[in-house]
């Protein structure tokens, strides 16, 4: 802890009182008035000594349980208080984590209080982003209140990383196959170049037999197909675009946070159903994520520390050039000439995906050309752009062993 801070301005008054008696005392020969006015004097200059003494000695100190939570989900923490020699008289910790305050009375006290004190506390974090915390304040006074001395905490100021709050995604079209279909009707999930093997899955009636995995099914284990990789990325892409054009001051946050909340949704479920790539404003390449979410906690972090609003950088679509799967292109507000930015000739599938309060009469604000809406995740709605076949949700085929 830093040295404390004195406030003695009512032990000073006591002093003064104090000198002032001894004063009256020796001019009307009052000897009954020097017990008192010595009493009053010895007590405003030694009451502020004592606190110092014991608030020098003194120090409280905050423990997290973790580093990073999601927005709204609660956090602990343990405040430690210990106590030097001369024990703590009264002391007050005021901790701003979760702006609360408690009392310390005789629970510390030199002769029967114990040595160290601990209380657990819980916040919540109401928005993504890094989060710096200052260390909690002890404030130390005497019975009578004459004197305070606060320590503020020394150290680095600790620091939470609060991630985005991830929502189920609502498919709107859960029809057959629920797969991302690319315009010619080919699964976007697996292309036909599909040549490495990627694991096995059950068999589906059209299989060719040369993907039947025939030791498995010689071992009794049924009928079992080989699940195959494109040499192109095939999967489908989520990209995040933070810009704001537009967007009121007040409403630039709630937009970016929306928009964020829809992005990382949508990359767990599809990353669950088969595996994404994951496209953030200033970065040159996707990030792949896998079924197993190996990059996923790196990504997320990212996610979370997306800053957005009107001089974000756009994400960089030169990157996405020659994938043959579906891009689901997260955008916090919808900046001109988007949809013919995003459906160029011969591109596959794909669905803008917007906040509730950029759309009007059922379509993003300033987006022309056709739509058809394709989902619903965390405050934001999905529209398929062009006349392609609907956008689905890939399938949750899962490796079998």
Same mark, same amino acid.
């Given at each position: ?10 032990? /000073? ?40 003494? =014991? ?12 580093? #990073? ?25 005021? %901790? ?40 909690? =304040?002890? =404030?130390? &006074? ?11 905490? %020394? ?45 096995? #899955? ?15 099914? +010689? ?13 192109? %990325? +095939? ?21 970016? %946070? ?5 992005? +990382? ?10 595996? &994404? ?23 997320? /972090? ?28 997260? +955008? /916090? ?35 022309? @050309? ?8 965390? @405050? &934001? ?21």
């Amino acid at each position: 802890m830093r040295a404390p801070r004195m406030f003695a301005r009512r032990a /000073a008054a006591v002093a003064v009182a104090g000198a002032l008696l001894v004063l009256v005392a020796l001019v009307f020969d009052a000897s009954p008035l020097f017990v008192p006015a010595v009493g009053l004097l010895v007590l405003g200059l030694l009451t502020p000594a004592w606190v110092w003494a =014991t608030a020098h000695g003194a120090r409280a100190q905050r423990h997290l349980d973790a580093e #990073r939570v999601v927005e709204e989900q609660p956090l602990e923490a343990t405040i430690e208080v210990r106590r030097g020699w001369l024990g703590l008289p009264g002391a007050e910790v005021v %901790d701003p984590f979760t702006g609360s305050r408690f009392e310390l009375a005789s629970a510390m006290a030199a002769v029967r209080g114990d040595r160290e004190a601990s209380v657990r506390v819980v916040s919540h974090f109401a928005r993504r982003g890094l989060h710096e915390l200052a260390p909690p =304040t002890l =404030t130390v &006074c005497d019975p009578l209140e004459l004197a305070r001395a606060r320590s503020e905490g %020394d150290g680095a100021k600790q620091t939470v990383l609060v991630l985005p709050r991830t929502e189920p995604v609502r498919w709107l079209h859960p029809g057959q196959g629920r797969r991302l279909q690319l315009p010619d009707g080919r699964a976007g999930s697996e292309a036909l170049a599909a040549v490495d093997v990627d694991g096995l #899955r059950p068999y589906r009636p059209g299989t060719p037999a040369s993907r039947i995995h025939w030791p498995a099914v +010689a071992r009794g284990a049924g009928l079992i197909e080989r699940r195959l990789q494109a040499d192109g %990325d +095939a999967r489908p892409l989520v990209v995040l675009d933070a810009r704001t054009p537009g967007a009121a001051a007040a409403l630039e946050s709630e937009l970016v %946070d929306a928009a964020v909340r829809a992005a +990382a949704s949508l990359v767990l479920d599809l990353a669950r159903a088969g595996g &994404c790539g994951l496209l953030l404003p200033g970065e040159q390449r996707p990030t792949p994520i896998d079924r197993e979410l190996s990059e996923w906690p790196a990504a997320y /972090a990212r996610l979370a520390l997306v800053s957005g609003g009107q001089r974000s950088r756009p994400p960089a679509l030169g990157a996405t050039t020659g994938r043959g799967g579906a891009m689901i292109y997260v +955008a /916090a507000s919808p900046v001109p000439r988007l949809g013919a930015v995003l459906t160029p000739p011969g591109a596959g599938p794909t669905v803008l995906v917007v906040p509730d309060a950029v759309v009007v009469d059922d379509r993003p604000r300033g987006v022309r @050309g056709s739509l058809r809406s394709a989902l619903s995740v965390s @405050g &934001c709605r999905g529209f398929q752009l062009g006349s392609g076949r609907t956008v689905q949700r890939p399938d949750d085929e899962r490796s079998v062993a």
